[in-house]
């Protein structure tokens, strides 16, 4: 007996910071998304996330063929495959951007360049140290020493007038030069501007071990940072491309993934 | 997920644990035969020209080999914690933290620590720690140092750099016969370099062996058999642990049989192993049918003695030590690995330890990459602290070369 197979794809992207899941259909359009908090259970947010799609599109599990999931949380999530977010990003990416040969990402406590054949392989990828430094978490503990949301550094770095100096690359005493800046009676624009500018030349060096083709497509959360979107273009000396909805490329290519992998118009028993 | 994949154990390992079980334990009881036989027991560096102290009866002991069991056994964290209370800085070679730890605690340390040295030997030719290293020690036990300067090789070894060395090895030898009362016996020598010569060659033919497909050899394997040539080198107790093995891995080739079951990609090593995870570490490769077939670190003991009388050859053999040569050597050294070894990738072990080794790596791995067109993959750790070592970026990155390998 044979029954028609669903057609819906999902990826979640479970991060160091937030959880995103995308769901595309045959067409590999984006049909669905939605976002939330990591926080305590990657893995039950995600699941709540899927759910919240599905209602929104009104839809039931059977409908979906496939899932892959990625990011750090991705082994605790029943997906049917896990795999690597550079290789989810740069999937993600070629869909978005087809000429694209590198891709900047910059997650919660990771930073990434990865350079991308034709057809969105990865041919090599370099992820900063393992310490916070250039990274989502670093602009967090930053706006949290400067009492303003993440999201409103993007706007304060663009009205500085004159850049301060961010040396230290250790996120702890990087808060430290914070608060001796803001005691010296500096303008949070000004402090803002160069936190943006110290986590640009983290990911700058970063590009340099993998050199720079372009185009090149800046993602994550932090690509919704004017300031640092400015300050690498700036330093790197060349546009960057930013997706509509940066944070969620790595969890496309999941949902792309998953279609490749579902079983194709085979009848169901 | 992968599905388990059965990893294949070398018989020769029973026979490899008693030759260091009882390497060990002579170096353990020392104190009790040492001196009757008029036998000092020297602390020596891993690249110290070994021969010319078995030719005076000198029981050679490697704290660095010591490090690697400490980190193997898991206490090397413990161990360099109490260097660095001590006034050790953070940025010392583990080895040299843990091997200075197990002297101040011997009751956290493996064996109880190592027993006392009458003398120590140290050769730069690897690094400049081990100077200070050891310089440190000569003032704890208060016996003498005896130093090997090999001077830095831009380019090819030169007369003038093997004359200098030769020099020193001629007034070492003039200590040494003061240390231990015997004459130097050149006879003596020439037996030891032989005895090194066989045992190099053993470990040359069964590390060519691993160009077979599949490999009989995973990296964890020549990280564990290397052990006898690097404190047994010039005995005959590794001449005939070589032998067995030798034959154990032939058998493997000839009977087809890989180390990984199911190989699908070959990999290159380059680094020290990272001794507290080292099966952890490579199972998430072999589960995914990647093995390791070569590497830079093991490979450092499979180099031919050069020609020339006696101290002559040890002084262009120690001078030459990879670890004592250019860039430019380094790249082509895994460049024709790769090539040998029919290579899909290889991936670059950067150890926070160990300075002369890690810190060129990231341009040799560009020009690999360059040459080869394989890609290489870096990773952060250190051989032995596993302080430093944080595994969930570790393994998205594994995890992510591996996949791009398989696309
Ligand atoms: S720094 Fe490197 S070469 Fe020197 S002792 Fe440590 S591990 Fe060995």
Redesign the interface.
């Known amino acids: 007996m044979s029954k028609p197979v669903s057609k819906f794809y999902l990826g979640v992207d479970i991060g160091s910071l937030t959880t995103k899941v995308v769901m595309v259909d045959e067409e590999s359009r984006i049909i669905a998304r939605a976002t939330g908090r990591t926080g305590f259970s990657g893995r039950e947010v995600a699941s709540r996330l899927a759910a919240s799609l599905l209602i929104e599109l009104q839809l039931s599990e059977k409908d979906v063929a496939a899932t892959v999931a990625t990011g750090y949380g991705r082994v605790t999530f029943p997906a049917d495959r896990e795999m690597s977010e550079i290789t989810c990003q740069a999937r993600g990416i070629y869909q978005l951007f087809n000429k694209a040969e590198t891709v900047i990402d910059i997650g919660g406590q990771d930073s990434k360049v990865i350079k991308v054949l034709p057809g969105g392989k990865v041919s090599d990828f370099t992820m900063n140290d393992k310490c916070a430094a250039g990274t989502g978490r670093f602009l967090e503990v930053m706006a949290g020493a400067l009492e303003v949301d993440v999201k409103e550094l993007g706007g304060l770095a663009e009205e500085a007038s004159d850049s301060c100096s961010i040396s230290s690359i250790c996120t702890v005493f990087a808060e430290s030069e914070v608060i001796s800046h803001i005691a010296a009676g500096r303008t949070k624009p000004d402090i803002v501007a160069g936190v943006c500018n110290s986590v640009a030349a983290r990911v700058a060096a970063l590009t340099a071990r993998t050199g720079l083709a372009p185009d090149v497509v800046f993602t994550g959360g932090v690509a919704r940072n004017k300031g640092v979107v400015n300050a690498l273009a700036a330093q790197l000396g060349t546009r960057l491309l930013i997706p509509d909805e940066p944070e969620i490329t790595a969890a496309l290519g999941a949902a792309l993934f998953a279609r490749d992998i579902a079983p194709k118009n085979k009848p169901c028993v | 997920?992968a599905e388990q994949r059965r990893y294949r154990p070398l018989a020769s390992t029973r026979q490899l644990e008693k030759t260091m079980t009882r390497y060990y334990a002579l170096t353990r009881y020392h104190r009790l035969w040492g001196r009757p036989l008029r036998r000092p027991l020297a602390w020596v560096t891993s690249g110290a020209p070994v021969e010319l102290l078995l030719a005076f009866n000198i029981h050679p002991v490697y704290p660095e080999n010591y490090g690697a069991i400490c980190g193997t056994r898991k206490v090397s964290a413990k161990l360099c914690k109490v260097a660095e209370a001590a006034g050790y800085s953070q940025d010392l070679c583990s080895y040299a933290r843990s091997h200075i730890g197990s002297i101040m605690r011997p009751d956290l340390a493996p064996m109880g620590g190592l027993p006392r040295p009458d003398l120590l030997v140290a050769c730069n030719n690897i690094c400049g720690t081990v100077l200070k290293w050891y310089e440190a020690l000569a003032r704890i036990f208060n016996v003498p140092l005896l130093v090997l300067d090999t001077p830095y090789l831009p380019g090819e070894v030169t007369g003038h750099a093997v004359g200098y060395v030769h020099e020193q090895l001629k007034e070492m030898a003039a200590d040494l016969e003061k240390i231990t009362g015997r004459r130097f016996d050149a006879r003596g020598l020439e037996k030891r370099l032989l005895l090194s010569k066989e045992t190099i060659s053993l470990w040359r033919e069964i590390r060519e062996f691993c160009r077979a497909e599949p490999s009989p050899l995973n990296a964890p394997d020549l990280f564990i058999h290397m052990a006898p040539i690097v404190v047994l080198r010039g005995t005959k107790q590794s001449l005939k642990y070589y032998r067995q093995l030798r034959d154990e891995v032939k058998h493997r080739v000839d009977q087809g049989l890989g180390a990984v079951e199911n190989e699908k990609i070959r990999l290159v090593w380059d680094n020290i192993a990272i001794w507290y995870r080292l099966f952890a570490f490579f199972k998430d490769f072999s589960q995914r049918g990647a093995c390791f077939v070569t590497d830079t670190y093991s490979g450092g003991w499979a180099v031919e003695l050069s020609p020339g009388d006696p101290l002559e050859s040890l002084a262009s053999t120690y001078t030459e030590i990879f670890l004592n040569r250019s860039l430019e050597f380094r790249a082509r050294q895994m460049i024709d690995l790769i090539k040998d070894f029919n290579a899909h990738g290889f991936v670059m072990h950067s150890n926070r330890s160990c300075k002369p080794y890690s810190l060129v790596q990231?341009v040799i791995r560009?020009q690999v990459?360059r040459e080869t067109g394989v890609?290489?993959l870096?990773v952060?750790a250190d051989m032995a602290d596993s302080r430093v070592f944080?595994n969930?970026?570790v393994k998205?990155?594994v995890?992510?070369f591996i996949?791009?390998l398989e696309?």
Do not use: F, I, K, L
């Open positions: 997920m990231e560009r990459m890609p290489g870096m952060e944080a969930e970026p998205n990155r995890q992510a996949e791009t696309a």
